[in-house]
C-alpha cells in the first residue's frame, strides 16, 4: 500500500506532445479515475506510472520514492488492460502463477496462491482452460486475478470494462469497487466513461489533450466543472454549451435572454461567453400565467422554443428545442408526450446557469 | 563421415610405414560422361597403390555450363589444390598471373615420360621457355560434320580431303532448296557455326590473323582477315547457302544438322559426335575445314595442370601424367569422349572403330598438321566476349558494314588489350588495405549508429535497451560481417584491379578507371537492356497474372484448392530445376510447346535459341513460377472487407468498376510490396540464365548479374565486377526509392485506430 | 455462360496450363532413354521407373549428398528461425534508441544483391578457414542473414497486442523472458512460415553451394542436379528424373504443410 505522485509529468512522441506538464497525487488507498475522451492521454499516463513509457520530463513517486529509474518489475505494481492481455498459450492456473515464478516463488507456495485466488474470483473450475474458451467476463476476472496475485503496492487499470458488454460491465464495476475496497490498495483506474468514473472513483481527475484540467470528487466536479470541456464531458446527458455575446448586461441566443449577475456585468459585457446547462436544469413551464413573466426574471431564464424533436427512454423523456442556430436538450422526468413543432415555455433556475469563457473555456466565477 | 575417418584411420594403422602417409592430392578434374568418371577414379586409386598411404582426393567441378568455375573459386580462396583441368585459351592467362607451377623438370624425370608418345598438341601447353606446364586430357580440331545421305540425295560426293572454299560453295548451292515448295528454303547447305574460336579457322586460311604476333594487338580489320569475314558473309546473305537461325552458341547449333535439314555444320569439333549419339535417321560424317589460301583448323584442348597451391608439386606432376597417359586416353577412344592426345590409342581401333560413326574419323588425327592453336594470352574468353556480339552482327545483320564491324573488334581489342598492359603497371594495394577497409566499415557503421542513437531523445530503460542489444547481438553479428564489411570492401574492390588467380596481396589500385569503363562497355549496356527488358517485361506481366489467378481463386472451392496448389508449386521449385524442365519444353526442334504450336498450324520461334525470342523465354518462364505473388494476393484479397465490395455494388457499381475503384486500391499495399520485392528478383535473375543459355544467344541473355558474375570469375576481373554490383545495387535502391516515394500518390493503407 | 461458370472454365484451364511442365517433367522422366522428347506420353503405356534407379546411381552417392542437403537445410532453419525472431522481436517490441535505424539497416539489406558482397564474403570465409565446409552454407542464416525474414517476424509480432508484453514486464519478466516465454511461443505460425521458406531456400540453393562446396562428400543435391545436367551424355530422361526426386521433397513438405504456408503469406501480405 503506498501513496502515488506524478510531478510535471511530460511525454512527447516526436513533435506530438501526449502529456503535458501533469501533476497528481494519490492518497494510500485511494482509488482515482482518470477519465478523457480517446486520445486525451490517459493510457501513456497509467504506462508511465507502470514505467512502460519513460516520460521526458517530470517525475513519479510511489511510496514517497522517486521510481524514474525503476524498471516496471521493481516498482510492485500490477496492471490490468482493456484487452486483457492473458497469455494465449498458457492456461488460467499458467497465467496467474506467471508473475510468481518470475519472482522465484516456491512451486507449492504458488499452487496454493493461484488456489486461493481462483476461488476468490470464482475462476475455481475455468484453472486449466486456455484465456481462448473464456468468456469475456471469465477473461476480465483471470485478469484481475493475475494483478491481484502479486498483492502490489498499487493497481492500474487501463480500461478493463470497455470489451464487456453493458450488462457485464456494470457487475464487473461492482465487483473491481468491492474488491479494491477490500484490499485497500491505492488504485489508479483510466476509462472514457464518466458514468465509470463517477461510480468508481474517490476522486476523478479529467484530462483533455495531455492535461489534467480537474481533480475532485466526482459529485463536486460534476457542480462545479472548471472547464466548457469537463461540463460536457461529465454528467449524462451532456451539459448543453450555448456560445454567445454579453449585450447591456442580458446574454442573448436566439429567443432565449438571460441577465448576468449585476457584480459580473461589468467584466462580461461585450465578451462572448459559453453558457452552460445541464439538461436536468430545464423545468417546462405549464401555464399561461407565467407566461407573461417575461425574459427578465431574476431568477434565471425563461423562454419560448420550439420543439425540434423528441427522445423516449421510459423513465426520462430527452426533448431537444430549436434555439436560434443552437439547440437546447431538456431532460425530462417521465413520459412526456411532445410533438415536434409544438411551442413550449421552459426555464432555467439561476443556480443551473454555469458560465464559462468562450476562448480560454474556464468557468467564470 | 565417421565410418570414412574410421577407415582411413585403420588404414594409416594397417600401414604405418607408408611412405606417403599423411600426403594427400586434390585433383579437380571435369568430366562429362561416367565412363571416364570411373576411369578417372580407377586411376587414382591405382596412384594410391602405388604411392602407399597417400590420398587422392578426385573432386568434380560440379557447375552448371562447365567453365571450371570451381577451380578458380579454389584458387581464389588459396584452398589445396594440386591439378586441375583447364582449358587452353585459359593457359595464357593462368600462366601469366603466376597462378600455375612449372612441372617440366619434373615430367621429364619421369620414367617413361617422352613427348613423342602423344600426338603434335603439347603446345597448347607449352610456355615461350619451352616449359611445359601441363598435358592434354583431350582435344579436337575444328571439322566439318556433314550428311551424307543428303548429298548422295543431290548427287554429289562426299568432300574431298583438300577440298576448297569454292568446292564448299558450289555444294552448298547444290543443296540449298525448298524442298515443299513455299517459298522458303528450308534445305540449307550450311549451317554455319560463328562464334570467334570458329571464325578464327577461316581468318587462319585466308592468311590473316586475329592477334598480331606479340598478343598486343588486333588484327581483325586487316585485308585477310576480312576477307574471310566476306566470304562467311557472302555465304550467309549474298548466296543465301548458309543458315541464319540456330548458328548461336556451340550447344545449341545442331539444331538444323540434326534434323537433317542442312549439308554442312561447322566448324565444330569432336563433341558434337557424342551429341549426335542417338542421331540415326541418316548418315553424317566428318570432313577437314575446306582450304582458302591456305589450310588450316583450330584446336581446342582441355588439359591438366598444377596451379600455384599445390603442396606437392612432384606428386602432382606425375598424377598430370597419368591422367593424360593411356588408361585414360584409352577409355576416351573408347566412348567416343573426345580425340585422345596419346598417339598409341588415337591409332587405335578403338578411335577409329569403323563400325561407328563418322566414318572418317582419321579426319580428326589428318588435320592435325595445319592445326594450330589459339592466341595463348591472358583473357582470350573476355576477347571473344568483346568480339561477340560485332561479329554477330558482321554476319548476320543485312546492315551490318564487315570493314566497319571488323574495325570496331579491333578497336575494342586493342583498347582491352591496353588496359589489360596498363593494369600490370597499376600500383599495388598496401598490404592489410582491403582488411582496413573491412574493419572501418565495420566500426564506422557502429560509430555512426552510437552516435545517431545519442542523439534521439532517451526513451524506455537501460536495461530494455541493453535487452534488445543483446536479443540483435546474432542478427548484428551478420550485418556488420556478412553485409556491411563486405560491401565495403567489393565498394573498395571497385576502384582496383584483381584477378582471383592472384593472391590477395596483388590487388592494384584502379582509380576511377572500372567506372569510366561502364560508359563505354557495350556489353554491359547490352546486358543492362536485357536485365531492364526482362524486369520490365516480367514484373507486371507477372503480377497481373497473379492478380487475376487469385481473383479467381479466391472463392474457396474444391477445385480453387486444386488450381491453388498447382499454380503455387513451381514457386518452390529450385531455378535449376524449372531451367531444366524448360530448357526441353522450348526447345526448337523437339520441344513439347513447338509440337503444340506445329499442332495448331503456327511454326513455334526458336525461344530460347534465337535473340529476339530469349527474353521472351525467361518471361514465360519467370510467368510459370508466380504463384508466390499470387497467395500474397490471395490471402490479401481473402482478407479484404466484403463490405466495401457489397456497398460499391449497392451503389450501382459493375464487376470490374468494383475490382478497379474498390479492390485495387485496397490491394494497394499488397502491390507495391510485390512490386518491390519482384523488381529486386527480376533485376537479380542469374541461376537460369546460368544453367540454361550462359549468356547467349549473342548476349541477349547476358543479364546483370550473370554478366558480373562472368566478369568477376571467367575474366577474372574482380574490380569491375565489383564496380557492376554496385551498380545493380544503385539501379536497385532508385527504383525501390522512386516506388516508395511515389506510393504515396497511389497505395492507400487502411484507417488504423488505436485509443 | 454465366459468369460462374466462366470463372471455374478459365480456372481449369489455369490450372492444366500450370500443371503442364509438370506432367511433361514427370512423362518425360519415365519414358524410355532417347524417346522421351520425341514422345513425352511413351511413359503412360510403359513406365521406365529404372530412369529413376539409374539417375540416382549415376548422380553418385545419393545418401550422402540427401544428408549434407539435410543437415544444412535444419541447421538453416533453426539458426534462421531463432536469429530472425529475436531480431524481429527487438524491432518490433522494445523502444530503445537507435532502433530505427537498426530497422532501416533491415530494410537495405533486403536491397542488397548478394553478389555485392559475394567475393569479399568469400574472402572473409577463407580467412575463417571455413571453406570447402558448410560453414558459409550456414553461418549466414545462422547470423539472420535473410532480412526479409526479420522483417516478417518484425510486422508479425507488430500485429500481436502490445499489452501482452506490457503484462509480462509488470510481472517482473526481461526482454529475453517476454522473447522466450511470451512471444516465441505466440509466433509459433511464423515460425512454421519461416522454416518452411528456409526448407525451400536451403534445400534449392545453389549459387552458395557451387562457391563454397569443392569435396565429393560435401556436396548437395541441387549442386549434383547442376553437375548433372551438364554432363553431355545423360540422357534427358535422367535429367529430369534426378530434377524429379531433387523436387519431391518441396512438393511433400508443401502439401503437409501448406495450411502454415498460407497463414505465413497472409502475414506477408497483411502488414504493410
Known amino acids: 500500500m503506498a501513496t502515488l505522485e506524478l510531478e510535471h509529468v511530460t511525454v512527447r512522441f516526436g513533435a506530438n506532445v501526449v502529456l503535458d506538464d501533469v501533476s497528481l497525487s494519490l492518497a494510500d488507498g485511494e482509488f482515482v479515475v482518470l477519465v478523457g475522451p480517446s486520445g486525451c492521454g490517459k493510457s501513456t499516463l497509467l504506462r508511465v506510472v507502470a514505467g512502460l513509457v519513460r516520460p521526458e520530463r517530470g517525475t513519479v513517486r510511489i511510496a514517497g520514492r522517486a521510481v524514474d529509474e525503476l524498471e516496471p518489475p521493481e516498482r510492485d505494481l500490477a496492471m490490468v488492460f482493456q484487452n486483457y492481455a492473458l497469455y494465449p498459450h498458457k492456461t488460467v492456473a499458467q497465467n496467474l502463477a506467471f508473475p510468481l515464478e518470475l519472482r522465484g516463488l516456491a512451486r507449492d507456495a504458488i499452487e496454493r496462491r493461484v488456489r486461493e485466488t481462483a476461488a476468490g474470483l470464482g475462476l475455481g473450475d475455468l484453472l486449466e482452460r486456455k484465456p481462448g474458451a473464456l468468456s469475456g467476463g471469465q477473461m476480465q476476472r483471470v485478469a484481475l486475478g493475475r494483478a491481484l496475485i502479486r498483492e502490489p503496492k498499487l493497481f492500474l487499470f487501463d480500461e478493463p470494462l470497455s470489451n464487456l458488454d453493458a450488462k457485464l460491465r456494470h457487475e464487473m464495476r461492482a465487483e473491481i469497487a468491492r474488491l479494491v475496497a477490500r484490499t485497500r490498495i491505492t488504485s489508479l483506474y483510466v476509462t472514457h466513461d464518466q458514468s465509470e468514473a463517477m461510480t468508481l472513483g474517490h476522486r476523478i481527475v479529467v484530462l483533455e489533450r495531455g492535461r489534467a484540467v480537474q481533480a475532485g470528487a466526482p459529485l463536486e466536479v460534476f457542480a462545479r466543472p472548471r472547464t466548457s470541456f469537463v461540463a460536457g464531458f461529465i454528467g449524462s446527458p451532456p451539459m448543453n454549451l450555448i456560445p454567445g455575446r454579453v449585450h447591456a448586461g442580458t446574454f442573448a441566443v436566439g429567443p432565449l435572454r438571460v441577465a448576468v449577475d449585476a457584480p459580473r456585468a461589468a467584466d462580461v459585457e461585450g465578451r462572448e461567453l459559453v453558457l452552460g446547462v445541464r439538461p436536468h436544469a430545464v423545468c417546462i413551464l405549464e401555464t399561461t400565467l407565467q407566461d407573461s413573466m417575461g425574459a427578465a426574471d431574476a431568477d434565471g431564464a425563461t423562454a419560448e422554443l420550439e420543439v425540434a424533436f423528441v427522445e423516449a427512454l421510459g423513465t426520462q423523456t430527452l426533448v431537444t428545442f430549436r434555439l436560434g442556430e443552437h439547440e437546447l436538450r431538456a431532460s425530462l422526468d417521465g413520459d412526456v408526450r411532445f410533438r415536434v413543432g409544438e411551442r413550449r415555455r421552459i426555464s432555467i433556475s439561476r443556480s443551473g446557469l454555469h458560465w464559462f469563457d468562450q476562448g480560454s473555456g474556464l468557468r467564470i466565477v | ?755 | 455462360m454465366s459468369a460462374r461458370s466462366w470463372n471455374l472454365a478459365a480456372l481449369a484451364v489455369a490450372g492444366a496450363l500450370f500443371a503442364l511442365p509438370f506432367v511433361f517433367l514427370l512423362a518425360v522422366s519415365l519414358a524410355p532413354e532417347g524417346r522421351g522428347l520425341a514422345e513425352p506420353l511413351a511413359a503412360l503405356r510403359d513406365p521406365h521407373f529404372e530412369n529413376y534407379r539409374l539417375a540416382l546411381e549415376r548422380m553418385g552417392g545419393f545418401g550422402r549428398l540427401f544428408a549434407n542437403t539435410l543437415f544444412v537445410t535444419v541447421v538453416s532453419i533453426v539458426g534462421q528461425c531463432l536469429t530472425c525472431s529475436l531480431a524481429g522481436f527487438a524491432l518490433a517490441r522494445i523502444s530503445f534508441r537507435g532502433r530505427d535505424v537498426l530497422f532501416a539497416c533491415v530494410l537495405a539489406t533486403m536491397m542488397l544483391p548478394e553478389q555485392v558482397t559475394a567475393i569479399p564474403r568469400f574472402l572473409l570465409f577463407r580467412e575463417l578457414g571455413l571453406v570447402d565446409g558448410f560453414g558459409p552454407l550456414v553461418l549466414p542464416t545462422i547470423l539472420g542473414g535473410a532480412p526479409f525474414f526479420v522483417f516478417l517476424f518484425r510486422q508479425y509480432f507488430l500485429s500481436l497486442p502490445p499489452e501482452l508484453d506490457e503484462a509480462a514486464r509488470l510481472d517482473g519478466a526481461g526482454p529475453w523472458r517476454i522473447y522466450w516465454s511470451i512471444a516465441l511461443p505466440l509466433a509459433k505460425p511464423m515460425l512454421a512460415t519461416v522454416a518452411i521458406f528456409t526448407f525451400l531456400g536451403a534445400w534449392n540453393d545453389f549459387w552458395t553451394p557451387l562457391v563454397y562446396l569443392y569435396s565429393d562428400e560435401n556436396r548437395t543435391l541441387t549442386l549434383a542436379l547442376a553437375g548433372f545436367q551438364r554432363s553431355f551424355n545423360v540422357a534427358v530422361e535422367h535429367m529430369l528424373a534426378a530434377s524429379a526426386v531433387v523436387l519431391a521433397p518441396c512438393v511433400l513438405v508443401y502439401f503437409v504443410a501448406q495450411k502454415v504456408f498460407l497463414r505465413g503469406v497472409r502475414v506477408a501480405a497483411s502488414k504493410h
Open chain 2, 1 to 755: 563421415m565417421s565410418a570414412w575417418l574410421l577407415g582411413a584411420a585403420l588404414a594409416l594403422l594397417a600401414e604405418p610405414e607408408a611412405p606417403y602417409a599423411g600426403r594427400e592430392l586434390v585433383v579437380m578434374v571435369d568430366e562429362k560422361s561416367f565412363e571416364s568418371w570411373s576411369v578417372l577414379e580407377q586411376i587414382a586409386r591405382d596412384f594410391e597403390a602405388a604411392h602407399p598411404g597417400l590420398v587422392v582426393r578426385v573432386i568434380d567441378q560440379g557447375g552448371a555450363v562447365g567453365q571450371q568455375d570451381k577451380s578458380r573459386f579454389m584458387l581464389t580462396g588459396d584452398l589445396p589444390l594440386d591439378v586441375t583441368r583447364i582449358d587452353v585459351t585459359e593457359f595464357g592467362a593462368f600462366h601469366a598471373q603466376g597462378a600455375l607451377i612449372d612441372i617440366d623438370a619434373h615430367l621429364r624425370a619421369l620414367p617413361g615420360f617422352d613427348e613423342a608418345n602423344y600426338l603434335d598438341v603439347l603446345d597448347g601447353f607449352r610456355a615461350a621457355d619451352g616449359h611445359l606446364f601441363g598435358l592434354p586430357s583431350t582435344f579436337t580440331p575444328y571439322v566439318m560434320y556433314f550428311n551424307r545421305d543428303l548429298l548422295a540425295r543431290a548427287g554429289l560426293e562426299p568432300p574431298q580431303p583438300n577440298w576448297t572454299w569454292d568446292d564448299l560453295l558450289a555444294v552448298a548451292r547444290a543443296t540449298t532448296r525448298d524442298t515443299d515448295g513455299d517459298g522458303r528454303i528450308d534445305q540449307w547447305g550450311i549451317s554455319l557455326t560463328q562464334w570467334l574460336q570458329a571464325v578464327v579457322p577461316w581468318i587462319w586460311q585466308a592468311g590473316g590473323d586475329v592477334l598480331d604476333p606479340t598478343l598486343s594487338r588486333s588484327t581483325i580489320g586487316e585485308p585477310a582477315a576480312l576477307e574471310a569475314l566476306r566470304f562467311l558473309r557472302r555465304l550467309l546473305h549474298e548466296e543465301r547457302v548458309a543458315s541464319f537461325d540456330a548458328t548461336f552458341e556451340n550447344q545449341y547449333s545442331q539444331g538444323l544438322f540434326q534434323a537433317g535439314r542442312c549439308a554442312f555444320y561447322g566448324p565444330v569439333g569432336y563433341w558434337e559426335t557424342y551429341r549426335f549419339k542417338y542421331l540415326t535417321e541418316f548418315e553424317w560424317d566428318v570432313a577437314p575445314l575446306p582450304r582458302g589460301k591456305h589450310a588450316a583448323t583450330a584446336i581446342a584442348m582441355t588439359g591438366y595442370v598444377v596451379p600455384r597451391t599445390s603442396r606437392e608439386p612432384a606428386l602432382a606432376a606425375a598424377f598430370v601424367a597419368e591422367l593424360s597417359g593411356p588408361k585414360y586416353q584409352y577409355t576416351l577412344a573408347e566412348i567416343g569422349n573426345g580425340v585422345p592426345a596419346w598417339k598409341a590409342a588415337a591409332t587405335s581401333e578403338s578411335f577409329l572403330d569403323p563400325r561407328r560413326a563418322p566414318r572418317s574419323e582419321n579426319v580428326f588425327l589428318d588435320v592435325l598438321p595445319e592445326a594450330r592453336f589459339l592466341p595463348s594470352l591472358a583473357n582470350w574468353r573476355k576477347i571473344e566476349a568483346l568480339c561477340q556480339s560485332e561479329l554477330q552482327g558482321a554476319l548476320l545483320s543485312e546492315t551490318y558494314d564487315v570493314a566497319e564491324a571488323a574495325r570496331r573488334m579491333q578497336e575494342k581489342t586493342d583498347a582491352f588489350l591496353a588496359g589489360e598492359a596498363r593494369r600490370a603497371n597499376l600500383p599495388l594495394l598496401p598490404r592489410f588495405a582491403l582488411e582496413a577497409c573491412f574493419a572501418l566499415a565495420v566500426l564506422g557503421a557502429l560509430a555512426a549508429w552510437i552516435v545517431r542513437r545519442s542523439r534521439e531523445p532517451r526513451r524506455g530503460f537501460a536495461s530494455d535497451a541493453r535487452g534488445a542489444l543483446t536479443l540483435l547481438a546474432p542478427w548484428a553479428v551478420g550485418f556488420l560481417c556478412l553485409f556491411v564489411g563486405p560491401a565495403a570492401v567489393s565498394f573498395a574492390l571497385s576502384f582496383c584491379a584483381w584477378s582471383p588467380l592472384e593472391s590477395i596481396e596483388r590487388v592494384r589500385f584502379a582509380g576511377f578507371e572500372n567506372w569510366f569503363r561502364l560508359a563505354s562497355d557495350d556489353t554491359f549496356h547490352t546486358s543492362l537492356v536485357a536485365t531492364a527488358t526482362y524486369a520490365f517485361a516480367s514484373v507486371p506481366l507477372g503480377l497481373a497474372l497473379a492478380l487475376w489467378l487469385a481473383w479467381l481463386l479466391r472463392r474457396e472451392s474444391t477445385l480453387a484448392v486444386c488450381v491453388r496448389t498447382i499454380v503455387y508449386l513451381p514457386a518452390i521449385l529450385s531455378p535449376v530445376i524449372v531451367a531444366a524442365t524448360w530448357r526441353f519444353l522450348l526447345d526448337p526442334d523437339r520441344g513439347f510447346v513447338n509440337h503444340v504450336l506445329g499442332l495448331v498450324g503456327i511454326a513455334g520461334p526458336a525461344w530460347t535459341r534465337s535473340e529476339p525470342w530469349i527474353v521472351p523465354s525467361f518471361v514465360l518462364m519467370s510467368l510459370w513460377s508466380v504463384g508466390a505473388q499470387m497467395l500474397v494476393f490471395l490471402a490479401a484479397l481473402q482478407a479484404l472487407d466484403p463490405t466495401l465490395e457489397e456497398a460499391a455494388r449497392v451503389d450501382g457499381a459493375g464487376p470490374w468498376a468494383r475490382f478497379r475503384h474498390v479492390v485495387l486500391p485496397q490491394l494497394s499495399p499488397v502491390l507495391l510490396f510485390n512490386l518491390v520485392l519482384g523488381l529486386v528478383g527480376g533485376f537479380q535473375i542469374f541461376a537460369q540464365a546460368y544453367v540454361l543459355t550462359g549468356g547467349g544467344p549473342g548476349d541477349a541473355s547476358r543479364f546483370l548479374v550473370l554478366y558480373l558474375y562472368e566478369t568477376g570469375f571467367r575474366h577474372l576481373d574482380m574490380g569491375y565486377a565489383s564496380t557492376l554490383a554496385w551498380v545493380l545495387f544503385a539501379i536497385l535502391g532508385c527504383f525501390c526509392w522512386v516506388l516508395v516515394k511515389t506510393s504515396k500518390n497511389w497505395v492507400h493503407y487502411a484507417a488504423r485506430s488505436r485509443g
